[in-house]
């Protein structure tokens, strides 16, 4: 039992990894559909910590994945020598700061922002929790773009473009890889990546689960009071939970700018928020293959729509009725409004551990 | 000076638009605790209802004044978004009342990407250009020059407001919403059907919102599909500014946040030596929201604690 337990883990394993190549035989857009979800699946892990583990809904999550972006663009584009001669001094050859590092400084960064964010809010809950946040996230893409004079840090609208890509040795992960005569895309080994990322922060979030900090985490989401008085320090719980749930999105955001190799303030607004808490939600609050099936379907599916919707169409009416964006949008409020009534704890939801 | 009154006017002029959408939100979270994340969507609708009416009529009979537009467009609209709420809190709220508390939300997310959605198919995805419907040269008042548009909403802002308040301090109906809010069950042993009040805050607050969702538009001169979300997330602000679930002091979160908006914008660049500028307009409110929360979790006249799940 055990043993056959080991090998489907090993085979569904084995079969996440040679996805990208049955999805691009499709295409290779299918492969950046996959890669994308993966990314949208740890967002919303950390963001399970956050509001799954302990209850603190956090409408802004979508700030960290900002700040994660543009710490990695920062450090691995030429845009800060271009306008601070004294850093063009300093680094004659370009700031270009091996992702290898970038990664680990961005999701610190964020970490940091988490921590900033958490202090403030540590007395409130609920709705008011909730409000604050958002109003957060919303100051923060404001910042980005507007950050472009008198001194130019973000560039404003425009974004950062000329991001370097993941290198690993000599492979740079921007350009096709040949392996014995097989070509693997660039967004196939982004997808590696990303998996094993993906899988990483599963890890870690199955394990803190576990742990003794998740059980407190769970104790200040059930009861905030009972809690404190069984001796849980609330504050640096919460405080914890802010700061690992912002890393985790930090990383999402480093990933996301090497993938794009561009980003700007459009990337990050409020309704990217809105998704990541649906997806929570929607999986299964405090669940990890919930909220992991939750980011699965809410990203791949509306995102696969926009290929399949106006050839559907094409063929049952014979012509186009509703813009595929349009069809996108208007199915994905209905599958919010349905699988809360039907389902209002979540698709997935956790069988133990009582509510949230 | 005369700067200073005239952003003062502005501002008010601005907050007594939010004022009308918070009365929205805090009736419907005074009562039920939910918030009512697709409220700006019913405003946007509003707009967008009494914009084609409008159209309609201008281009049935041209020359048609405008007042009467006004007033065709209100009568259409009105009923319209009382009919969006009505169909929002029966098919998407009410049966999640005794849900886990994130599960409203989320319907309420889910039912303001479907309301944009819809407008952005029926009125297309392009701003719209609100016509000018009262003549356009400014009237002095105080040491300032006011539009007559802007002068129309803040007098139908205040009657409406005064309205409100007439009918829940004075009326039946009034009453039965308080005992509600107080608690439903004691209101049902006092022959009060909660879902009948519940219902009617949300008809009550859309049609305020009907009414602000034309004055935006008047104000702008411009509809569009995403107009509900920001200044709905601001209304949302200035009611727990005020202190939520509290009637006065939405309107008093209102206008405060419409004059902190107005003198920030205006004076920020003073301020700060030219390093930040007006384009950071938005910021304020929620700024100030996290201020008031940190300093003052109820709200300014709010008795309630926020340290609630």
């Keep these: 039992m055990k043993r056959n337990a080991q090998l489907g883990l090993l085979l569904t394993g084995l079969a996440l990894f040679l996805l990208p190549f049955a999805a691009g035989l499709l295409g290779d857009a299918w492969i950046r559909i996959l890669a994308f979800s993966l990314l949208y699946m740890m967002l919303a892990l950390g963001l399970n910590i956050v509001v799954g583990y302990a209850g603190l809904l956090d409408m802004g999550y979508v700030a960290f994945y900002a700040v994660g972006a543009y710490s990695y663009a920062l450090l691995a584009s030429p845009h800060l020598t271009d306008h601070f001669p004294v850093l063009a001094q300093a680094f004659p050859a370009g700031l270009h700061l091996s992702a290898w590092i970038a990664i680990p400084l961005a999701a610190g960064l964020a970490a940091l922002f988490g921590v900033l964010l958490g202090f403030p809010v540590l007395r409130l809950r609920g709705d008011y929790l909730a409000i604050v946040t958002l109003g957060f996230g919303e100051i923060i893409r404001i910042f980005l773009n507007n950050l472009n004079a008198p001194l130019n840090i973000t560039n404003g609208p425009q974004g950062l473009a000329r991001i370097d890509p993941v290198r690993l040795g000599p492979i740079s992960f921007a350009e096709p890889l040949s392996v014995l005569g097989v070509v693997i895309p660039s967004a196939q080994l982004y997808y590696t990546l990303f998996l094993l990322l993906t899988l990483l922060v599963m890890l870690i979030s199955i394990r803190l689960e576990h742990s003794r900090i998740g059980r407190a985490w769970m104790a200040i989401r059930e009861d905030e009071i009972a809690a404190k008085a069984m001796g849980i320090n609330t504050r640096n719980m919460k405080l914890l939970a802010f700061a690992l749930g912002a890393s985790f999105g930090g990383v999402s955001g480093a990933m996301f700018a090497a993938f794009q190799g561009f980003v700007s303030p459009e990337s990050f607004v409020l309704s990217e928020s809105v998704v990541i808490v649906a997806m929570v939600v929607l999986g299964g609050m405090g669940h990890v293959q919930g909220v992991a099936l939750g980011a699965l379907l809410l990203y791949a599916i509306p995102e696969g729509l926009r290929y399949v919707a106006r050839p559907l169409q094409l063929e049952l009416f014979g012509a186009e009725w509703i813009a595929p964006e349009a069809l996108r949008m208007l199915l994905f409020g209905l599958s919010l409004v349905l699988i809360m009534l039907l389902r209002p704890r979540g698709l997935w939801a956790p069988t133990r551990g009582g509510s949230a | ?309």
Excluded at chain 2, 78 to 106: D, F, G, N, T, V
Excluded at chain 2, 112 to 130: D, E, K
Excluded at chain 2, 249 to 260: E, F, N, T
Aim: aromatic share 6%.
């Design chain 2, 1 to 309: 000076m005369d700067i200073l009154v005239q952003q003062v006017l502005n501002g008010l002029v601005l907050g007594s638009v939010y004022a009308l959408v918070a009365l929205g939100y805090t009736m419907v979270y005074g009562i039920l605790q939910l918030i009512n994340f697709a409220h700006g969507e019913v405003l946007m609708m509003g707009a967008m209802v009494s914009l084609s009416v409008i159209s309609t009529l201008q281009f049935l009979f041209p020359g048609c004044p405008g007042p009467l537009l006004l007033i065709a467009a209100l009568v259409v609209s009105i009923p319209s978004c009382m009919a969006i709420a009505a169909l929002m809190e029966r098919l998407a709220y009410r049966p999640l009342r005794s849900a886990p508390r994130l599960a409203p939300l989320i319907t309420a997310i889910g039912l303001s990407i479907i309301l944009q959605t819809l407008a952005m198919i029926i009125w297309s995805p392009n701003p719209r250009v609100f016509p000018d419907l009262l003549p356009t040269a400014p009237v002095m008042v105080g040491g300032a020059f006011l539009a007559p548009k802007q002068l129309l909403i803040l007098v139908s802002a205040a009657v409406l407001m005064a309205l409100l308040m007439l009918l829940v301090n004075r009326t039946a109906l009034g009453r039965a919403m308080r005992a509600v809010s107080e608690s439903p069950r004691m209101a049902i042993l006092m022959g009060i059907d909660p879902n009948r009040v519940v219902a009617l805050a949300f008809m009550l607050g859309a049609a305020l919102a009907a009414v602000a969702g034309l004055l935006v538009g008047m104000n702008y001169n411009i509809a569009h599909f995403t107009m509900g979300f920001l200044l709905g997330l601001k209304a949302f602000t200035a009611a727990v500014l005020g202190g939520i679930g509290n009637l006065p002091g939405a309107v008093l979160g209102g206008l405060m946040l419409g004059v902190i908006e107005s003198l920030g914008a205006g004076y920020i660049g003073d301020l700060t030596g030219g390093f930040l500028g007006s384009h950071y307009q938005d910021i304020f409110s929620f700024v100030v929201l996290i201020g008031v929360l940190i300093l003052k979790p109820s709200g300014l006249l709010g008795e309630r604690v926020a340290d609630r799940a």
